[in-house]
């Protein structure tokens, strides 16, 4: 701390560095440092004596080596014949993929289940109290196991929707609940380009959307800036968002891919694995629990006099909710919701347990045990969750200080 | 005033209130206001009801039906003879391997039981502080009598820790008065010193008094080795977890940084990542032959983990503090480990108390992952011996549910204990 007083002149004595805080840190410092760099050098020193004992090296070539496993679920093209490091990949697209459909629905489950928490009707809240406490406080892995096996031991086998007497029927029948996996249409263009081109094309579409809608609602703001009324902007952003979606779709003639069933199993349509369903439906639930806390938090953190000041001022209900609540309660909400993403992609980590391919399964899993390289395995699996999570926190910090209350 | 006489009629009394009427009191309000206030809320109750029909409906029969004694489940869908019901026998049969694993010898369950009994001895007087500050001397004692009660052996291992930590204890009490730093790390080098000397006149297995039959690490399982992990990690990792907190607000960038690039290394991984390194990783950096087995391993990565988790809610405790009180322990004299001591981590450790509670409740749920690293932990049993076993191959529900109920009533209960905590300490009288 400063003090008021000039320190006391003189030259330095060694008994300083011990006596007077000024010089004290940097000897604590410099023994830190030391001891620091003592132990990293005792524990790199038993690492290679024991490497050497065991005739082991620290060596990356293994990944340029065939993996030779088959990998089930994929996004990229791979074969037993690709490189380890393919199948490393192979494995983060699943990583990501899952982490991906999980925060979504995650969101989706946490969103409702807060705002209904709050609801005025006492069994809906009750109701939702006891779907948060249930999911907070059981650990996911047993979530997932327990997904699992609805997946592998009560949905119906392939053969029980076949024939005339059959035990199952497809849902809708457009798609099939088996325990191989749930099989959903795959929609198409019948004059598109093709499959990953399409795709790009709608994603393109919807973009240019947002883009459109943000746009007329920027002008219907400057509009109310300028002369108090707000033009509606509701037809206009529907439009925006559908028209050329609905028009791409007439033009490259839209149409669906059915599974049906072909033999022993089904054929067709879009396969998502029970592996999958499994991981991807526990960190929904499991994390929706945590969100609607936080959601649930954010909304009561509000301040009633809030609200109560917008309805004073002649707002609607509808706009003091978009206005004034909510961009107040998103302010609390955001962070913790991030890190629950965060949470949602090392939790995917425990795909291992029901068999999905994810990152862990292939690199720190399969090709571990194949190639006996424990150490360089698991140093990239930590150094991908690493990059991952340290790129969520850079966003946190950036949402952070762009909503930071603007002080003088 | 009017002469009364003249009045036809004047009322002394006040009229007695008439009860409401029915649709305005009682349960008919309350069900009008709180379940079908608007049509949209009705909706709502409605569907809550369905959903409510349909979970107990499917769950009722079942459990009631349920069979509690049979040898296997082809028996007990014997019993059931069509009919929906569950197999609780497979909890009754298996109750012992739920509970301590498979391998843990069977004629000594009483020892981890009377361990687990007299954690609750241990723990009393730290979660509730009215009781007589006596009582902590036993909580003191508890770590070493219960790992000579689990894992047996000689009772002089136990001893001359419990020794040497008594030791450092009297070495520091006898000179924190001088310096902090002096205390502290003396008594870490007395604590050592002791232990080498009573290494070194009691060598390891040659002594046999007062030895129990000693039961190896990799005998541990069931819900057991979970209370184990749970109980060990959480009360190791505070004391780090604040070390790494203070580190981290440290104004010495050598030691700040060092805090910094643990804690985010650390939570930036999945703890499955650590447990691997536990298992195929952490045996590589201990000296050649020393040998150190996976509970231990498994102790220090979780240790680890947590800590780094605990640091950050303290730190989010130590910034919540108001400046003031950081220069009023300045201004009063004190020096770091005084002010810290004295006045900064009373105060922000009971900030912190909901938050390390969650982190704790997060670790007790995660020590299910050692399953992975194929510890036999109570999910490991369940997925391992008892459902690969052939007669209660398939009994997926009952086993879930058992360990679903005993991770919640464990959590839940911690959850609410801190609830009563936060109302406790609450002293900021709104």
């Known amino acids: 701390m400063t003090s008021i007083t000039d320190p006391p002149q003189g030259s330095f004595r060694l008994s300083m560095l011990i006596n007077d805080t000024r010089y004290r840190s940097y000897t604590f410092q410099a023994i830190a440092f030391i001891l620091l760099a003592l132990s990293i050098g005792y524990l790199i020193n038993n690492l290679f004596t024991n490497l050497a004992a065991q005739g082991l090296d620290i060596n990356f070539a293994f990944l340029g080596a065939p993996a030779g496993y088959d ?338 | ?143 070493f009598i219960a790992f000579w009660l689990i894992w047996g052996g000689s009772i002089f291992g136990p001893i001359l820790a419990l020794v040497s930590i008594a030791a450092g204890v009297v070495f520091y009490q006898r000179f924190v008065k001088n310096s902090f730093a002096l205390g502290f790390f003396g008594a870490l080098v007395t604590a050592f010193i002791v232990l080498k000397i009573g290494g070194f006149i009691l060598p390891d297995g040659e002594i046999t008094e007062g030895a129990m039959r000693s039961v190896p690490s990799r005998d541990l399982g069931g819900f057991m080795l979970n209370m184990m992990l749970g109980v060990t990690c959480v009360s190791l990792s505070v004391p780090l977890g604040i070390a790494l907190a203070l580190g981290r607000q440290s104004s010495m960038p050598i030691i700040k940084y060092i805090c910094v690039v643990f804690i985010e290394f650390v939570r930036g991984v999945p703890l499955i990542t650590l447990l691997f390194v536990a298992n195929v990783m952490l045996g590589y950096f201990f000296p050649p032959g020393s040998g150190v087995d996976l509970f231990l391993r498994v102790v220090i990565m979780i240790t680890m983990f947590s800590a780094a988790y605990i640091a950050e809610v303290i730190r989010g405790g130590l910034a919540a503090l108001p400046k003031g009180q950081y220069e009023a322990g300045d201004s009063l004299g004190l020096d770091y480990a005084q002010s810290m001591r004295l006045i900064i981590l009373p105060q922000a450790l009971k900030i912190s108390i909901p938050g390390i509670v969650n982190v704790a409740v997060g670790l007790f749920k995660d020590t299910t992952l050692v399953s992975v690293i194929s510890m036999f932990d109570l999910v490991g049993m369940i997925r391992g011996p008892i459902l690969a076993s052939v007669e209660w191959q398939g009994v997926y529900w009952e086993l879930f549910g058992f360990a679903a109920l005993l991770f919640f009533i464990t959590c839940y209960g911690i959850s609410q204990y801190s609830q009563w905590l936060e109302r406790r300490l609450a002293t900021d009288h709104r």
């Open chain 1, 71 to 408: 990998i089930n679920q994929r996004l990229i093209e791979y074969t037993s014949q690709s490189t380890n490091l393919r199948a490393a990949f192979v494995g983060v697209l699943n990583t990501l993929l899952v982490a991906f459909l999980a925060c979504v629905t995650a969101t989706i489950f946490g969103v409702l289940a807060g705002v209904l928490r709050l609801s005025n009707n006492w069994l809906v809240s009750k109701l939702m109290a006891v779907y948060v406490e249930i999911f907070r406080n059981i650990p996911v892995l047993i979530w997932i196991l327990i997904i699992f096996t609805i997946m592998i031991a009560v949905l119906p086998g392939p053969r029980e929707f076949r024939g005339d007497e059959a035990t199952s029927s497809m849902f809708l029948g457009i798609s099939a609940f088996t325990n191989r996996g749930v099989y959903v249409p795959l929609p198409f263009f019948e004059r598109g380009f093709g499959g990953a081109t399409d795709l790009l094309l709608v994603i393109a579409i919807l973009v240019g959307s947002f883009f459109g809608a943000r746009a007329v609602t920027a002008r219907a703001t400057r509009i109310q800036e300028a002369t108090g009324v707000r033009p509606a902007t509701l037809t206009t952003n529907l439009a925006i968002w559908f028209g050329p979606l609905i028009a791409a779709f007439l033009v490259f003639g839209l149409s669906f891919e059915v599974p049906e069933l072909k033999g022993f199993n089904f054929a067709g349509g879009i396969k998502i694995g029970g592996p999958l369903i499994a991981i991807w439906f526990a960190l929904s639930i499991y994390t929706g629990a945590f969100i609607a806390e936080n959601v649930r938090a954010g909304i009561q953190a509000v301040s009633k006099g809030q609200t109560e000041a917008a309805g004073a001022l002649g707002i609607r209900p509808g706009r003091i909710m978009s206005l004034v609540v909510l961009p107040q309660a998103l302010r609390v909400i955001i962070p913790p919701l991030i890190s629950n993403y965060l949470n949602i992609t090392k939790n995917s980590s425990l795909a291992i347990l029901v068999g999905y391919a994810d990152v862990t399964a292939t690199l720190g899993g399969i090709t571990l045990n194949q190639t006996g390289r424990a150490i360089e395995c698991i140093l990239l699996l930590m150094l991908f969750y690493l990059t991952i999570s340290l790129l969520i926190s850079a966003m946190i910090n950036v949402y952070n200080n762009a909503i930071k209350l603007k002080e003088r």
């Open chain 2, 1 to 143: 005033m009017t002469d009364r006489s003249n009045i036809a009629f004047v009322r002394t009394e006040d009229v007695p209130a008439m009860p409401p009427p029915p649709n305005a009191a009682g349960p008919v309000k309350w069900i009008k206001d709180n379940l079908f206030a608007t049509p949209a809320n009705s909706v709502l109750t409605i569907l809550a009801f369905l959903a409510i029909y349909m979970i107990l409906s499917g769950t009722v029969p079942w459990m009631i039906n349920g069979i509690w004694t049979s040898p296997s489940l082809a028996v007990c869908r014997e019993i059931l003879d069509g009919t929906t019901g569950a197999c609780f026998a497979v909890l009754t049969e298996r109750w012992n391997q739920l509970l301590f694993g498979f391998q843990y010898p069977t004629d000594l369950y009483w020892r981890p039981g009377l361990a687990f009994a007299l954690l609750f001895f241990a723990a009393a007087p730290v979660l509730f502080f009215d009781l007589p500050r006596k009582l902590l001397i036993f909580t003191a004692l508890y770590p």
